[in-house]
């Protein structure tokens, strides 16, 4: 499995971006896919994840404004950004997580720089 993510750049405060992230090769419904973020000189945290169902799980710091959805169909995860702040400026990757065994596939990252 091969991730491809996309639809970083720069934004004003206030501003939204959709990033996206195509997956190649086999990718099943139940896999839990995520979206991360790392800032430099910080560890890279979870930002959202959707699984099974569209069961979805958020970040305190990005919960009203920031909506990650599936297609599955399309093997692709989105993440909506809404009402970016400074702090949210980070390179955004996107990872899979199998049921099967638990293998986890990362995307390359795309740099979001939420500046003025």
């Known amino acids: 499995v091969q991730l491809q993510a996309s639809g970083g750049g720069l934004v004003q405060p206030g501003g939204s971006l959709r990033l996206s992230c195509a997956a190649s090769g086999t990718i099943f419904d139940r896999d839990v896919m995520s979206w991360y973020r790392q800032a430099p000189g910080k560890q890279r945290d979870l930002v959202a994840s959707?699984?099974?169902?569209?069961?979805?799980n958020y970040a305190d710091s990005v919960k009203g404004r920031f909506t990650i959805s599936r297609d599955n169909a399309k093997n692709t995860v989105y993440l909506q950004m809404n009402r970016l702040k400074p702090e949210d400026t980070a390179v955004y990757y996107c990872?899979?997580?199998?049921?099967?065994?638990?293998?986890?596939?990362w995307g390359q990252g795309t740099q979001v720089t939420v500046s003025s």
């Open positions: 959707v699984g099974f169902g569209g069961t979805t």
């Open positions: 990872k899979v997580r199998t049921v099967y065994r638990g293998y986890e596939y």
